[in-house]
């Protein structure tokens, strides 16, 4: 085993363990009161919720005040955002998001709530986005800034040795060099069908392969202390110096079909069923009923396969998910964001969709329509399922292609049922 490091914690000593360069991708949002979290009780811990990060914007048009009043009614009355506002709650500003020679259009409107999530959220902060053309909130994609939790020495001790020793990591783990560069409280968000949440736990940060001229990986492993147990992995692969080209003939492209991303999900979701003790999320899949469904090729923006998504279906409804890489691997798995509204409930299940991609071919040709038909002199073409790593609700969603002259001017793409557009 190679010595590995740590950085910056004064937590334990230099341990010989790798990290899983995986997700596990579970969604599961867990609150517990820690004995060592807060001196007092939780009613006593005053919310905190945090000044919004804006950032400047030198090319966007300048709101009137009629239209940021209508900006922040149409926010404040929306109804996934009042779950989050309570009784009191103060607008901090009201910002666009649209270029100087475009009318109307998407704004942003950030509220200071007094709610919590304790003991690790002591103070949520909305962004809300406004279309003032359509007069609707695009709930699917409210934004979440918090004020999170300190945690004591011991428990950076805890979540660091629970991180270290969870199966599913240890089960692909290598000898390989790694940093850890912090732990503390962290979150994610997540969204669907014009629901937005987000997920706090304490958190491992690592560098695999920090060495710049090897193939790394930054990743968080989120941990329930409550449980002792890992509930979420999430990595971003680094890229290294890249190698002298290889000549064609050396060149052997691995492209996993749609009957191997079938089998190898379905290796997947028999291994979650065997589990003695899934997590929440997972607890649907032991059903008699449940199954493996067709997977959906997810291609990159420019077009080129990506990843298989490959459904979890009960009763004819998409409730989980697994993703094969085009190697074969599977970097995430979890439940559909549908059985949050915006906590995970199993019976919410009706609320789910019928495909994997959410919304259909046909569903996301209408929805795009408020695009598309801008350009009545273009040429439209066909959705095409892809992740969109840059739009305002990153990940997997319908692209449609608006061209002219064979060149494409614009984009519109369908994330869910939400419907944006990206020159």
């Not at 392969?209 to 193939?215: A, E, F, G, H, I």
Request: net charge negative; aromatic share 8%.
């Amino acid at each position: 085993m190679k010595k590995k490091q740590i950085q910056g914690l004064g937590l334990v000593e230099a341990v010989s363990l790798a990290l899983v360069i995986v997700l596990i991708g579970t969604v599961c949002y867990v609150v517990f009161i820690s004995d060592e979290a807060f001196k007092s009780s939780p009613q006593e811990v005053e919310a905190q919720p945090p000044m919004p990060a804006i950032p400047p914007y030198s090319d966007v048009q300048t709101l009137t005040e009629e239209e940021k009043s209508e900006a922040i009614e149409l926010a404040i009355n929306d109804p996934e955002v009042k779950k989050w506002l309570g009784e009191r709650y103060e607008i901090y500003g009201v910002i666009s998001l649209s270029a100087e020679n475009e009318s109307g259009g998407m704004c942003m409107v950030y509220v200071l709530t007094q709610k919590q999530k304790l003991p690790w959220v002591l103070g949520i902060t909305l962004g809300v986005p406004v279309d003032l053309v359509r007069k609707e909130v695009q709930g699917g994609c409210i934004n979440f800034e918090l004020e999170l939790a300190p945690l004591t020495e011991n428990q950076k001790e805890e979540v660091l040795r629970i991180a270290l020793a969870d199966s599913e990591v240890l089960e692909r783990i290598g000898d390989e060099e790694y940093e850890i560069q912090d732990v503390r409280v962290e979150y994610w968000e997540s969204s669907h069908k014009g629901k937005s949440s987000f997920h706090a736990y304490p958190a491992v940060s690592m560098n695999v392969n920090p060495d710049p001229k090897l193939l790394g990986v930054f990743a968080i492993v989120y941990v329930d202390l409550e449980n002792g147990e890992v509930v979420e992995i999430h990595s971003i692969p680094r890229k290294s110096v890249p190698p002298p080209p290889p000549s064609k003939a050396s060149i052997q492209p691995t492209q996993v079909s749609q009957e191997q991303a079938k089998e190898i999900a379905e290796s997947k979701f028999n291994e979650v069923k065997a589990q003695t003790e899934p997590v929440e999320c997972e607890e649907l899949w032991k059903n008699p009923k449940a199954r493996i469904g067709t997977p959906s090729l997810v291609r990159t923006v420019d077009e080129k396969p990506f990843y298989w998504k490959v459904p979890v279906v009960l009763n004819e409804k998409v409730m989980g998910f697994v993703d094969v890489e085009m190697n074969g691997k599977v970097p995430r798995y979890g439940s559909m964001g549908c059985l949050y509204s915006p906590y995970y409930d199993p019976h919410n299940i009706d609320n789910c969709s019928s495909t994997v991609t959410i919304s259909t071919i046909e569903e996301a040709k209408e929805i795009a329509k408020n695009i598309t038909d801008k350009y009545r002199d273009a040429v439209v073409s066909e959705p095409i399922y892809v992740y969109d790593d840059l739009g305002p609700c990153a990940g997997a969603a319908w692209m449609l292609k608006i061209e002219k002259d064979g060149k494409i001017i614009s984009r519109a793409f369908v994330s869910g049922y939400y419907p944006y557009e990206r020159k």
